[in-house]
């Protein structure tokens, strides 16, 4: 399996799970950086994130090498927000849909509480596939003892590997 791990990351949760996963599995790393950051602070933190997923925003990123033919394995890693993935992922997905024609998708969620299951639902429509290989869903896996993802994250790795064994 090569794979690599597509994500935006704003407060560092979805970014050291990636690099988590990373280590684990050898999968490359690519981050999402907007050209125009969202507000990381207070209210407008909440109000302008959430407004740009729940309109279905797809504000342009900055300069990204993305190798398509590298890889047979693409794992999208995002905060949920407002019930959805963040809007540099769909910007990537719309900037990228040639590329990754015929790819193998998973995803990885980090998030407060709840929208997982939204946030996937809607992945899936957008790269117009039925079911994703693997999920991974993490509650603010930064604010807790690294021990408590670890089986999370090892399962999720090792079910990306069995799917790839059978071909
Ligand atoms: C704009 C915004 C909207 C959010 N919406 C949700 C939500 O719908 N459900 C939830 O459980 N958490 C929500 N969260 C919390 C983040 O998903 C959570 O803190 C996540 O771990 C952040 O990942 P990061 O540190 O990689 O940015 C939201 C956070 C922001 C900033």
Redesign the pocket.
């Known amino acids: 399996m090569k794979a690599i791990i597509i994500y935006y990351?704003?407060?560092?949760?979805?970014?050291n799970t990636a690099e988590r996963i990373a280590a684990e599995t050898g999968a490359d790393l690519l981050a999402l950086h907007p050209v125009k950051s969202y507000p990381d602070k207070g209210a407008k933190?909440?109000i302008?994130?959430?407004k740009s997923?729940l309109m279905g925003d797809k504000p342009k990123l900055q300069p990204y090498i993305f190798n398509a033919d590298k890889y047979d394995t693409v794992i999208f890693g995002s905060?949920?927000?407002?019930?959805s993935f963040t809007p540099p992922i769909r910007t990537f997905i719309e900037d990228n849909r040639q590329a990754l024609e015929g790819k193998r998708f998973a995803s990885v969620l980090?998030?407060?509480?709840?929208?997982d299951k939204k946030a996937n639902k809607k992945l899936k429509k957008v790269l117009g596939v039925e079911e994703l290989a693997a999920e991974l869903v993490l509650i603010?896996p930064?604010a807790k003892p690294k021990e408590e993802t670890e089986s999370s994250i090892l399962e999720f790795c090792g079910k990306l590997k069995s799917i790839d064994d059978q071909g």
């Open positions: 990351s704003m407060s560092g949760n979805v970014k933190k909440f302008w994130g959430g997923a905060p949920v927000w407002a019930s980090c998030q407060l509480g709840n929208g603010e930064n």
